[in-house]
């Protein structure tokens, strides 16, 4: 185990909530916007670009510090656990020959 893991994981977290806060803003700001804010006005354009740009931040940090999914994905696959079974050999298969 790397110890810099803790550390990305608990960034990649935070990250994650953000985002998630951030959406659940914009969709409160859509659905606040007048009927004639569609894709396209100015004033619809304006929050989303708004939007937008508080997420960069977060969607950095994943930029940043995403590879360490794999890493620590990589790395419980080498390793034993003691709560899963050990897998048991296949039984040997005997096939029939041609003739």
Avoid: F
């Avoid at 959406?23 to 859509?30: F, G, K, L, P, V």
């Avoid at 569609?38 to 937008?52: F, I, K, N, R, S």
């Avoid at 940043?64 to 296949?90: F, K, Q, W, Y």
């Amino acid at each position: 185990m790397q110890g810099r893991w803790i550390y990305q994981l608990s960034v990649l977290r935070d990250a994650l909530n953000r985002l998630n806060e951030l959406h659940d803003e914009w969709q409160a700001t859509r659905d606040t916007l007048p009927i004639a804010a569609q894709p396209g006005t100015p004033v619809y354009e304006d929050a989303l670009a708004e939007y937008h740009a508080e997420s960069w931040s977060c969607l950095d940090d994943w930029s940043t510090h995403g590879r360490v999914i794999s890493e620590v994905n990589t790395a419980a696959r080498g390793i034993r656990s003691p709560l899963a079974p050990t897998p048991s050999p296949a039984p040997a298969r005997h096939t029939a020959a041609r003739k």
